[in-house]
């Protein structure tokens, strides 16, 4: 219904269809040239243009069977079908403006301490959905060369040694299928150990309560994993772990909070300005 509101279709006596050729028709309604202004891009291919205008046509051939089959299936309220497509145009126009008005006057900077506050007041809607890990994992080859001098190095894993630490980084960057050396950040155990064979572990949780060091291997490659940390399923998520997600929602509430600061302006300036009048029969 609110189809024919947006195709523009125009209904013409027969006579009047001479006149100017259509492109299509569906009973009595006719689609003109005119009606297909502004849907094909400026800079497209004739290709891309074709295909534009033959996909909108069909859509209005299939939209306007359908408009013609409920009407005669069903009898609908007209002056309520009018409300409710203008309601629509309204909360489009509505919605575009505001969208205008939340890119023009959002603050997407979001610092430290309103993460931390909203954190210490929040935790407890960041339980984890899933176990996660500190530590570092690496992938190898079978054929990688001095690999028992690379486990000894990688097992041990001195911070304060930056020699052996710069070896590690070295022979991972030349040997690796993939390796993360980045022990401050929380990872997914899933997806840390997802294509190796640990990754058909029934009980994920008794496995990092039980391993602080993990080798294993299959046909092909050697799996080393080193835990320095660990959060269960359920327990509440560190804050670097729901960081990304905290500055999200801060962002949001700014959104929200623009949104209904601009209807209250533009309310009390009409009101200021006695823009409008309210009526109300006793």
């Not at 279709?9 to 009595?28: F, L, Q, S």
């Not at 003109?32 to 033959?54: C, F």
């Not at 919605?95 to 309103?114: A, D, G």
């Not at 060369?145 to 991972?172: Q, R, T, V």
């Amino acid at each position: 219904m609110v189809g024919c509101n947006f195709f523009k279709v125009k209904e013409e006596k027969i006579e009047d269809v001479k006149k100017v050729a259509p492109i299509a028709r569906v009973h009595e309604k006719y689609l003109y040239q005119d009606d297909l202004s502004g849907i094909v891009p400026q800079k497209a291919s004739d290709t891309d243009s074709t295909n534009i205008v033959e996909r909108y046509v069909k859509n209005w051939v299939r939209k306007q069977l359908m408009i013609a089959e409920a009407s005669r299936k069903i009898q609908f309220n007209e002056p309520e079908l009018e409300r409710k497509i203008l309601d629509y145009r309204y909360a489009l126009m509505i919605y575009e403006f505001e969208k205008y008005y939340i890119n023009k006057e959002l603050n997407k900077e979001v610092n430290e301490k309103e993460i931390e506050a909203y954190y210490a007041e929040n935790s407890d809607n960041f339980l984890l959905k899933q176990n996660i890990l500190q530590g570092k994992f690496v992938k190898l080859p079978k054929e990688a060369p001095k690999l028992e001098h690379f486990k000894k190095l990688f097992k041990k894993y001195n911070k304060e040694n930056k020699a052996e630490i710069d070896e590690i980084k070295s022979y991972c960057y030349r040997f690796a299928s993939f390796y993360s050396l980045e022990d401050s950040i929380w990872l997914d155990l899933n997806e840390v150990l997802q294509n190796t064979p640990l990754s058909t572990i029934n009980d994920k949780a008794d496995f990092l309560r039980k391993n602080r060091w993990v080798e294993t291997s299959d046909d092909n490659f050697l799996y080393f994993l080193k835990i320095e940390d660990y959060k269960i399923t359920n327990e509440e998520a560190p804050l670097e772990f729901v960081k990304d997600q905290i500055t999200n929602i801060i962002i949001n509430k700014r959104k929200v909070a623009l949104s209904n600061q601009l209807e209250e302006q533009i309310y009390n300036r009409g009101s200021e300005n006695n823009d409008f009048e309210i009526y109300i029969n006793d």
